[in-house]
C-alpha cells in the first residue's frame, strides 16, 4: 500500500514537506513520481525520482521543488518552497518499475500503483 502525506494549509511563499511510503516494500527497484490534480483540472506531472536517484521534474516547479529519498529507500519525499497559490492541489504519489524509461514517467499512465492523495492548501 502507498501513502502520501504531509499536506495541509501553507501561505504563500512558504514551505511544505511531503512524504511517500509503501508498506512492506522498498522503492529500490522503482521509480516514484508525484503528481498534483487541481479541481477541474487533469492531473499532471510535478516530478520525481528514479530507482538510481536521479530526479525529474516539470519546468512549472524548477527551482522550488526538489526530490529526494532516505538511504533506507522506503520513504520519498517531495520538498515544496516557495509556495505559490497554482500549487493547491492534491498530490499523489505512485510507483512505476525500474525498467520504465523516461518519457513514460512524464504522463499518469506510466505508473501502475497510485497511493491515497494528501491535499496543499496556499493561500495568498
Known amino acids: 500500500q502507498l501513502q502520501a502525506f504531509g499536506g495541509g494549509l501553507v501561505q504563500a511563499g512558504g514551505s511544505l514537506r511531503l512524504s511517500c511510503a509503501a508498506s512492506?516494500?522498498?522503492?529500490?527497484?522503482?521509480?516514484v513520481g508525484w503528481f498534483r490534480q487541481a479541481p477541474g483540472k487533469e492531473r499532471e506531472l510535478v516530478g520525481g525520482?528514479?530507482?538510481?536517484?536521479?530526479?525529474y521534474g516539470a519546468g512549472s516547479v524548477k527551482g522550488r521543488f526538489t526530490f529526494s529519498r532516505d538511504n533506507a529507500k522506503t520513504t520519498v519525499y517531495l520538498q515544496m518552497n516557495a509556495l505559490k497559490p497554482d500549487d493547491t492541489a492534491v498530490y499523489y504519489c505512485?510507483?512505476?518499475?525500474?525498467?520504465?524509461?523516461?518519457?513514460?514517467?512524464?504522463?499518469?499512465?506510466?505508473?501502475?500503483?497510485w497511493g491515497q492523495g494528501t491535499q496543499v492548501t496556499v493561500s495568498s
Open positions: 505512485a510507483t512505476a518499475p525500474k525498467t520504465t524509461i523516461l518519457s513514460t514517467l512524464l504522463s499518469p499512465g506510466g505508473y501502475d500503483y
Open positions: 525520482i528514479r530507482w538510481s536517484g536521479n530526479t
Open positions: 512492506g516494500r522498498t522503492f529500490s527497484n522503482y521509480n
